[in-house]
């Protein structure tokens, strides 16, 4: 096999029979033997006879039936002779499985009736001509015939010869001659391996001998002379492909000079390195179109194997362009038109690298139409009709389409086929695009506007609270906290009243020497309390007046426990402490701060 991906197909046509067992050499330590026809839940087994490990092909084929011989021959039969599996539909079935390049493997299928289904006929398959494939490539025929059962001949060797050919042999006319054999290649370049089979039919006398060897074009292929048992089968065969010069092969059996009777042979087999010059479809092509398989869950019975060759099993709905057996066949059309389509155009397409035809029309495949159509350059015809896909068809793909491609797209009722798409996409890109920043701008701008609003407002405030005018001075505060012996000192001990409250007595006091404000005490014994008495030391330092001002001083202070409130103060300005110094009197009720 020659393909990296390395699909191994065993294909037949129109047959009804069934496969006992398919050898193939994984690797150099053994083989991996699949017993046709052994259910997938049933472990693998080793066979006592023959000691080798059977276990089910049902991963390795996806088309034909099982099957199980009558239950009263299963005692002359071994286990794997026991179950098969028979195609009875289709014109192809394939055993799937993976190789390496560069290793040579051995493959070798065992064909058993055994009346499984109860006609007591074996079919004659030569008449329907079947073929056997390896790849793309022919193995070769299948002729199953029934096999007489009279013989005495034990036919128990592994390899199994039929026992109409071990109840006779042959030898030469000459008895003290050699018997020579002749027989021409198909191919003479092919090399070959030779099975002999060997077994003394005769009950030869004590005093005489049959032995003799086994000469190939000339060469002497066996180790030690042959010398066959009576009634027991004895397979010789060369582990070394061997060339037959132009084609013609010729074996001579002769005897040793101690023998005294002539050499016979029962039966030989010539088996021909096969060679494999077609070489499969090109790999990523292989991967895409299965993955499509899978994805729309296609169920056709002919995508078996490979997908181009042999060109007598193309897949439905492909073409492929196959220009030289020494190269990857490729994948140059896909239709699958009616085909029951759902669900979205998968990515996978874009792996088909030399697709140029595309028809999916009339299924339900939905969602857009991909851009990635648009990048297989070697596509030339589209056909999407009659599915429900939508949006807008690419841009780049219209472009595609200007240059020559054809593309068919009608019957999507949410798809707009029109060149106004475009149009006015790109129109409701291009005002947002300007829109975006016009409106950034705008709300940079209004902030700003805001922000020198309130910045002027703030001056005002300053400037109403903090700047002095010619008509009404204010008195400069200094922002430094007053201690209780600070408010004896400004009111000289609280020397002069102006008027007393709910809350306490307001006195005269002097700040610095100069200036004059009042300051209220709260009274140990008033009946409001020291709630009331903070929440109007909080009222003041927030109301705005032109004759009132509150020093920074006193928007420091924090009102203390309550055995503590006389050395809270508030400070009226000068105005007010004048104004009620003048008249001698309590303040009034609105003044009592």
């Known amino acids: 096999m020659k393909s990296s991906h390395g699909i191994l197909l065993v294909i037949f046509s129109l047959a009804a029979f069934g496969i006992s067992h398919l050898f193939e050499a994984q690797n150099q330590e053994g083989f991996i033997t699949l017993d046709c026809g052994l259910p997938l839940n049933e472990s693998p087994y080793v066979e006592p006879e023959t000691e080798i490990q059977f276990l089910s092909e049902e991963n390795f084929i996806q088309s034909g039936k099982m099957g199980r011989i009558p239950a009263n021959r299963e005692s002359e039969n071994l286990k794997p002779y026991l179950t098969l599996r028979y195609f009875p539909d289709g014109i192809q079935n394939c055993y799937d499985?993976?190789?390496?390049?560069?290793?040579?493997?051995?493959?070798?299928?065992?064909?058993?009736?055994?009346?499984?289904?109860?006609?007591?006929?074996?079919?004659?398959?030569?008449?329907?001509?079947?073929?056997?494939?390896i790849g793309p490539n022919k193995w070769t025929n299948i002729d199953l015939q029934k096999e007489p059962s009279d013989s005495d001949v034990s036919n128990k060797n592994h390899y199994d010869p039929p026992q109409a050919v071990l109840k006779g042999a042959a030898i030469p006319k000459n008895l003290d001659g050699a018997l020579m054999i002749t027989w021409s290649l198909e191919n003479p370049d092919d090399k070959i391996y030779l099975y002999r089979h060997f077994a003394e039919i005769q009950d030869i006398e004590a005093n005489d001998t049959r032995e003799f060897d086994c000469v190939l074009n000339g060469e002497t292929i066996n180790m030690n002379a042959i010398n066959p048992k009576y009634l027991e089968v004895q397979t010789m065969l060369t582990t070394i492909p061997k060339e037959c010069k132009g084609g013609i092969c010729r074996m001579q059996l002769i005897k040793t000079r101690r023998s005294t009777l002539p050499p016979l042979l029962n039966g030989f087999e010539v088996y021909s390195v096969l060679q494999l010059?077609?070489?499969?479809?090109?790999?990523?092509?292989?991967?895409?179109?299965?993955?499509?398989s899978s994805t729309y869950e296609l169920n056709r019975t002919n995508w078996q194997g490979d997908p181009c060759v042999p060109s007598q099993f193309l897949w439905d709905g492909l073409n492929c362009s196959i220009s030289d057996i020494s190269a990857p066949p490729k994948i140059i059309s896909l239709k699958l038109s009616s085909s029951g389509l759902t669900g979205t155009i998968i990515s996978d397409f874009q792996n088909l690298n030399h697709l140029g035809t595309l028809d999916l029309s009339n299924n339900t495949l939905s969602g857009i139409v991909p851009e990635f159509l648009a990048s297989m350059?070697?596509?030339?015809?589209?056909?999407?009709?009659?599915?429900?896909?939508?949006?807008?068809?690419?841009?780049?793909?219209?472009?595609?389409?200007?240059?020559?491609?054809?593309?068919?797209?009608?019957?999507?009722?949410?798809?707009?086929?029109?060149?106004?798409?475009?149009?006015?996409?790109?129109?409701?890109?291009?005002?947002?695009?300007?829109?975006?920043?016009?409106?950034?701008?705008?709300?940079?701008?209004?902030?700003?506007?805001?922000?020198?609003?309130l910045i002027k407002k703030m001056s005002s405030s300053m400037k109403f609270f903090f700047n002095t005018t010619k008509s009404e001075p204010w008195i400069k505060t200094k922002r430094r906290r007053f201690t209780?012996?600070?408010?004896?000192?400004?009111?000289?001990?609280?020397?002069?009243?102006?008027?007393?409250g709910g809350l306490g007595i307001v006195y005269h006091g002097n700040l610095n020497g100069?200036?004059?404000?009042?300051?209220?005490?709260?009274?140990?014994?008033?009946?409001?309390?020291?709630?009331?008495?903070?929440?109007?030391?909080?009222?003041?330092?927030?109301?705005?007046?032109?004759?009132?001002?509150?020093?920074?001083?006193?928007?420091?202070?924090?009102?203390?426990?309550?055995?503590?409130?006389?050395?809270?103060?508030?400070?009226?300005?000068?105005?007010?402490?004048?104004?009620?110094?003048?008249?001698?009197?309590?303040?009034?009720?609105?003044?009592?701060e």
């Open 377 to 453: 350059k070697s596509l030339l015809v589209i056909n999407l009709n009659g599915n429900n896909l939508g949006g807008s068809i690419p841009q780049s793909l219209l472009n595609r389409e200007r240059e020559g491609m054809k593309l068919y797209v009608l019957g999507n009722k949410h798809l707009c086929i029109s060149s106004t798409c475009i149009d006015n996409k790109l129109k409701k890109k291009f005002p947002m695009a300007i829109v975006a920043p016009i409106a950034s701008i705008t709300a940079i701008v209004v902030m700003m506007i805001l922000l020198f609003v």
């Open 277 to 292: 010059p077609q070489l499969q479809t090109n790999e990523t092509e292989v991967v895409a179109i299965k993955k499509f």
């Open 514 to 592: 100069s200036e004059k404000v009042a300051i209220k005490l709260l009274s140990q014994t008033s009946a409001q309390g020291y709630k009331e008495f903070k929440a109007e030391v909080e009222l003041v330092l927030r109301v705005h007046h032109i004759n009132l001002e509150v020093p920074d001083s006193a928007k420091d202070v924090t009102v203390p426990a309550l055995e503590e409130v006389t050395k809270v103060s508030v400070i009226l300005t000068t105005d007010i402490c004048d104004k009620k110094a003048e008249k001698k009197s309590s303040p009034s009720p609105t003044r009592r």
């Open 484 to 500: 209780y012996s600070d408010v004896l000192e400004m009111t000289k001990n609280l020397q002069k009243p102006l008027g007393e």
């Open 97 to 133: 499985i993976r190789v390496e390049i560069g290793k040579k493997y051995l493959v070798r299928a065992m064909f058993f009736y055994g009346n499984f289904d109860g006609l007591s006929v074996s079919p004659e398959f030569v008449c329907f001509n079947v073929d056997m494939y």
